[in-house]
């Protein structure tokens, strides 16, 4: 008999934007599987990642906690011993626990041995022991390889970026299998209660993408997004975004390798679609759809094009920082709503606890979401990138022996480290701010969507400036020392 206590199944994909959907204005990709999941939860418009990089940011998902409190603020630093997360609590209250696909996060034994299931995949295929744990891969572990083997060796298409067009089966790309793998997991465990992150390499690079997939996506179908002349060279524009913008800037790049790299990102987040679609299609088939919440997001998103840039870079566009998200329980929440207030990921696993009757723990500093719950909704949300390190300047960059993606990544760590910048956004305003220096940003939503023209030092708009100082500091003081500090 089927457990009659939630399920929930957390669909991660990794540095998916906003806007290349349809959902949220994409004028050319559709996501039909996410307007499905859509007509059943509530998809909110202004959803904010708290972190624009990686493990930062699903550390902060999972603790809900932003990464000032957790204390990893850079790629190289994964959930912290002994943390309180989701998956502590679902496997104390006696859930199945399950990964497939990316993870990124969890490196502790203990947190290890949390989850019953275990079957990773990342950006090059599987790790080098390929080990899972409470299943085993539905295809063949040679095949597998094979299909990622152009990711572990991608053509050079510009300085600044790579993509490929590839032809294997598509159930041994990440995409496919992770899919294939998910409803494996669906029919095994259809009785519950469990708790499975469904995480989705893709779209993040390496831009490899399916010829059936990339196929959809023809020149003449992409639009390209509109830039500002001048906007990294008249002197608005902080020197963090300078430096980003001159190893990625794209101007140069031959018009059609552009479009190449779009339909390999557009295809590849089709085809995550597509994934999530057969998910749903197992959910329904097992009888799990009144029985099992379903929730779809991205860690953070991609410049793709924007401020004619590809990649992320710890700068705070809508295009990194502003991410997909869809809450789904059918027959207890209402289908087809849009909340229009400012979410953030770190409100989503105290919304899935308070939907199962769990307690939240009051290390979480996430909030219940608005229309799933009966929460209030809120007019801003946070984000932060920066470990307190030196900037990384112009002058740096000029030292690098490399130039585009080479100096990217000979710089990487320097730039994941440099800076406190601090993020909040309203639904019609953004601020940006670095108390170890740097130009701030101010960016009038409604009239600049694109964040094309940096309003913070034009003194029409000082009110609105010293009111986002004021929410960032109110922000601050809420959220700091989340860990009680032992006294003598």
């Keep these: 008999m089927a457990s009659t206590r939630p399920n929930v199944i957390i669909v991660m994909c990794d540095q998916m934007k906003a806007t290349a959907s349809h959902l949220y204005g994409s004028p050319f990709c559709e996501t039909p599987s996410m307007a499905r999941l859509a007509e059943s939860g509530v998809l909110f418009r202004n959803a904010i990642t708290p972190h624009p990089l990686c493990a930062p940011a699903r550390t902060s998902f999972w603790t809900s906690q932003y990464s000032h409190s957790h204390g990893g603020r850079r790629n190289q630093t994964l959930m912290p011993a002994g943390a309180t997360h989701a998956f502590r609590l679902w496997k104390e209250a006696g859930y199945h626990t399950g990964l497939i696909g990316k993870n990124h996060c969890f490196e502790q034994a203990?947190?290890?041995?949390?989850?019953?299931?275990?079957?990773?995949?990342?950006?090059?295929?599987?790790?080098?022991?390929?080990?899972?744990?409470?299943?085993?891969?539905?295809?063949?572990?040679?095949?597998?390889?094979?299909?990622?083997?152009?990711?572990?060796?991608?053509?050079?298409?510009?300085?600044?970026?790579?993509?490929?067009?590839?032809?294997?089966?598509?159930?041994?790309?990440?995409?496919?299998?992770?899919?294939?793998?998910?409803?494996?997991?669906?029919?095994?465990?259809?009785?519950?209660?469990?708790?499975?992150?469904?995480?989705?390499?893709?779209?993040?690079?390496?831009?490899?993408?399916?010829?059936?997939?990339?196929?959809?996506?023809?020149?003449?179908?992409?639009?390209?997004?509109?830039?500002?002349?001048?906007?990294?060279?008249?002197?608005?524009?902080?020197?963090?975004?300078?430096?980003?913008?001159?190893?990625?800037?794209?101007?140069?790049?031959?018009?059609?390798?552009?479009?190449?790299?779009?339909?390999?990102?557009?295809?590849?987040?089709?085809?995550?679609d597509d994934g999530l679609g057969r998910i749903l299609d197992a959910v329904d088939a097992n009888g799990l759809?009144?029985?099992?919440?379903?929730?779809?997001?991205?860690?953070?998103?991609?410049?793709?094009?924007?401020?004619?840039?590809?990649?992320?870079?710890?700068?705070?566009?809508?295009?990194?920082?502003?991410?997909?998200?869809?809450?789904?329980?059918?027959?207890?929440?209402?289908?087809?709503?849009?909340?229009?207030?400012?979410?953030?990921?770190?409100?989503?696993?105290?919304?899935?606890?308070?939907?199962?009757?769990?307690?939240?723990?009051?290390?979480?500093?996430?909030?219940?979401?608005?229309?799933?719950?009966?929460?209030?909704?809120?007019?801003?949300?946070?984000?932060?990138?920066?470990?307190?390190?030196?900037?990384?300047?112009?002058?740096?960059?000029?030292?690098?022996?490399?130039?585009g993606r080479r100096a990217l990544f000979q710089s990487l760590q320097w730039r994941e480290a440099e800076g406190r910048r601090k993020m909040v956004r309203t639904p019609d305003w953004k601020f940006v701010h670095d108390s170890m220096g740097d130009l701030d940003e101010l960016y009038d939503l409604t009239a600049d969507p694109w964040e094309l023209t940096n309003l913070a030092g034009n003194p029409e708009f000082a009110d609105v400036r010293a009111e986002m100082i004021r929410r960032l500091a109110d922000w601050s003081f809420e959220t700091e020392d989340a860990f009680p500090v032992p006294l003598p």
């Design 289 to 403: 759809r009144e029985n099992t919440i379903v929730v779809f997001c991205s860690d953070h998103g991609d410049l793709m094009g924007e401020h004619q840039m590809a990649r992320k870079g710890g700068v705070f566009y809508d295009a990194l920082t502003r991410v997909p998200l869809v809450v789904a329980w059918p027959g207890m929440i209402d289908g087809g709503a849009t909340d229009e207030s400012m979410a953030n990921l770190v409100d989503v696993v105290p919304t899935v606890l308070e939907l199962q009757g769990l307690d939240v723990p009051r290390s979480m500093q996430g909030r219940p979401l608005p229309k799933v719950t009966g929460a209030e909704p809120r007019e801003a949300a946070f984000s932060e990138y920066g470990a307190g390190g030196r900037p990384f300047t112009m002058e740096d960059l000029a030292s690098v022996r490399a130039s």
């Design 110 to 272: 203990d947190d290890l041995a949390l989850f019953g299931t275990w079957c990773e995949i990342g950006h090059a295929g599987l790790p080098k022991d390929g080990r899972t744990k409470g299943m085993e891969w539905v295809r063949p572990v040679s095949a597998i390889d094979e299909a990622h083997s152009v990711r572990r060796n991608m053509p050079n298409v510009s300085p600044r970026f790579s993509c490929a067009v590839t032809d294997f089966p598509l159930e041994d790309y990440s995409s496919g299998l992770v899919a294939a793998q998910t409803e494996r997991f669906l029919e095994t465990h259809r009785d519950g209660p469990f708790a499975l992150w469904v995480s989705f390499p893709d779209p993040h690079e390496p831009w490899e993408c399916p010829r059936a997939y990339a196929d959809m996506f023809p020149p003449e179908k992409i639009v390209m997004p509109p830039f500002r002349e001048g906007e990294f060279t008249d002197g608005t524009a902080p020197e963090r975004n300078r430096v980003l913008h001159a190893m990625l800037g794209m101007e140069e790049d031959n018009p059609e390798h552009v479009q190449q790299l779009m339909a390999c990102y557009y295809g590849m987040t089709r085809f995550v």
